[in-house]
């Protein structure tokens, strides 16, 4: 064989060698590829695995709560003769007072008393308390002056005393200030106790023959 033939067998060997390494390198190279796809497959997987098997661990609970509301009930009556208490809500329906000395009949210097009494009846569910004011007079009312007192008894008399409410003197057509008491609701299905009331009306020097007129009066009840 000559030397061209040793060469060129010999380059020919070479690149076929060459060839052949750089399959194996290409085919090593996919297989790595391979693999490393597979491991990040795998590794995927185990994490969504782990994930849902948190997601199937979790415990859940709750509580729910709930109230129901009523609104409760309030009516404030007023009696003449402190043992039969009825509604007397506006001023065209007030409750007429009986004076002691007729009212038709005064004179100068005649005073004349009226009992009154207020409570909260049996269906009331909150005390209150019970504020007064003038409602009001018609006709004429000049030269006659009142007093109000909160008393301990039902009754009104010359001699009766208590709490004043609005001091003797006060003109027939005013309240001065807010008097004001409590009322107490009932229990167990009953009326409340009452509270006693006393109107004292007095006819100035100057009173008028002939004269006529009315004064109304306002409880007004607030719950507490």
Same mark, same amino acid.
């Given at each position: =064989?000559?030397?061209?033939?040793?060469?060129?067998?010999?380059?020919?060997?070479?690149?076929?060698?060459?060839?052949?390494?750089?399959?194996?390198?290409?085919?090593?190279?996919?297989?790595? =590829?391979?693999?490393?796809?597979?491991?990040?497959?795998?590794?995927?997987?185990?994490?969504?695995?782990?994930?849902?098997?948190?997601?199937?661990?979790?415990?859940?609970?709750?509580?729910?709560?709930?109230?129901?509301?009523?609104?409760?009930?309030?009516?404030?009556?007023?009696?003449?003769?402190? %043992?039969?208490?009825?509604?007397?809500?506006?001023?065209?329906? /007030?409750?007429?007072?009986?004076?002691?000395?007729?009212?038709?009949? =005064?004179?100068?210097?005649?005073?004349?008393? /009226?009992?009154?009494?207020?409570?909260?009846?049996?269906?009331?569910?909150?005390?209150?308390?019970? %504020?007064?004011?003038?409602?009001?007079? %018609?006709?004429?009312?000049?030269?006659? %002056?009142?007093?109000?007192?909160?008393?301990?008894?039902?009754?009104?008399?010359?001699?009766?005393?208590?709490?004043?409410?609005?001091?003797?003197?006060?003109?027939?057509?005013?309240?001065?200030?807010?008097?004001?008491?409590?009322?107490?609701?009932?229990?167990?299905? /009953?009326?409340?106790?009452?509270?006693?009331?006393?109107?004292?009306?007095? /006819?100035?020097?100057?009173?008028?023959?002939?004269?006529?007129?009315?004064?109304?009066?306002?409880?007004?009840?607030?719950?507490?």
């Amino acid at each position: =064989m000559s030397d061209t033939d040793t060469e060129t067998n010999s380059g020919t060997s070479s690149a076929r060698n060459s060839g052949t390494n750089r399959g194996s390198r290409t085919a090593r190279g996919r297989r790595g =590829m391979r693999s490393r796809r597979t491991r990040a497959i795998l590794a995927g997987g185990l994490v969504l695995g782990i994930g849902a098997a948190v997601t199937l661990a979790a415990w859940n609970d709750s509580e729910f709560a709930t109230g129901t509301f009523s609104a409760g009930r309030f009516n404030l009556v007023g009696s003449t003769n402190g %043992t039969t208490f009825t509604d007397h809500a506006t001023a065209g329906a /007030a409750a007429p007072l009986t004076f002691s000395v007729p009212a038709a009949a =005064m004179s100068p210097g005649s005073v004349t008393y /009226a009992p009154f009494a207020v409570q909260l009846d049996a269906t009331t569910t909150n005390s209150a308390i019970v %504020t007064v004011s003038a409602g009001g007079t %018609t006709g004429t009312v000049t030269q006659l %002056t009142y007093e109000l007192l909160q008393t301990t008894t039902f009754g009104c008399a010359s001699a009766t005393t208590g709490t004043d409410l609005v001091p003797a003197g006060t003109a027939l057509t005013a309240v001065p200030g807010t008097p004001n008491f409590p009322l107490a609701a009932g229990t167990g299905g /009953a009326a409340g106790a009452p509270v006693f009331l006393c109107f004292k009306v007095t /006819a100035g020097a100057g009173l008028v023959q002939g004269q006529t007129g009315s004064a109304t009066w306002q409880f007004q009840a607030a719950s507490q």
